[in-house]
């Protein structure tokens, strides 16, 4: 069975510009969570979203935003990107939002994004 | 959610037992303790969790206190595969939300 699909695995993109990263979740999944991870730093949470419906939001500025389509696939956007926007985005799927007691959730190998 | 601490790294000779602390000393009733895994260039990886009783899976080991202030994850036979930066998350009920509070994590070295 396939895991979380995370595209594209590398992207290179200048100040200013935006950015669209995508992930499928496992089969089955419909919830799913974004993170950003800064070199050197623990993964930070982003957005979570559960049968389409945003379900949870981290610390992050407007110019981030996410969508989850009807075959629970997701995209995150992110507007007017900045240097300190280079990391590694992380994808992670389950069954529901990880409520106490579940396992936890499976994360894709993330989109590497660096911006000059 | 309560805030952990752990070690910054730790060393391991292969074949022996690892044993990470985590230290949760404002731990709640209801807050779950929680470990992933995280191997060099790849996403999280879930290791186990508990909540006052000792785990145990086909990766690992979790002792928790009796007063629930700290927890150590036991990998019983260290193999150079487990060479990674292991967090310690713990989280409460759904009324929080549901994000995954990482912290910076132990580097764990397995060496030969």
């Known amino acids: 069975d396939a895991g979380v699909t995370q595209s594209p695995t590398h992207l290179i993109k200048t100040r200013g510009q935006h950015v669209t990263l995508r992930c499928s979740p496992i089969?089955?999944?419909?919830?799913v969570s974004w993170y950003q991870q800064v070199l050197g730093q623990g993964p930070q949470f982003i957005f979570q979203?559960?049968?389409?419906?945003?379900?949870g939001r981290g610390n992050f500025p407007d110019r981030f935003s996410a969508r989850q389509f009807p075959n629970y696939s997701s995209e995150l956007n992110v507007n007017a990107l900045l240097l300190g926007d280079s990391a590694l985005y992380l994808c992670?799927?389950?069954?529901?939002?990880?409520?106490?007691?579940?396992?936890?959730?499976?994360f894709g190998s993330g989109t590497r994004l660096t911006v000059v | 959610d309560a805030k952990t601490t752990q070690p910054t790294s730790m060393d391991c000779a292969e074949g022996r037992a690892a044993n990470l602390p985590c230290n949760h000393s404002t731990i709640s009733g209801n807050e779950y303790v929680y470990w992933y895994r995280q191997i060099h260039s790849q996403g999280p990886q879930y290791i186990i969790h508990g909540l006052k009783n000792n785990e145990t899976n086909e990766m690992a080991s979790l002792i928790i206190t009796e007063d629930r202030k700290s927890s150590t994850l036991i990998l019983p036979h260290a193999t150079l595969r487990d060479t990674a930066v292991y967090y310690c998350?713990?989280?409460?009920?759904?009324?929080?939300?549901?994000?995954?509070?990482f912290g910076k994590g132990t580097s764990l070295l397995v060496t030969p």
């Open positions: 089969s089955g999944h419909k919830s």
């Open positions: 998350i713990v989280r409460a009920n759904s009324n929080s939300g549901y994000a995954l509070n």
């Open positions: 979203y559960y049968e389409k419906e945003e379900r």
């Open positions: 992670a799927s389950s069954i529901q939002p990880m409520r106490q007691g579940n396992y936890g959730y499976t």
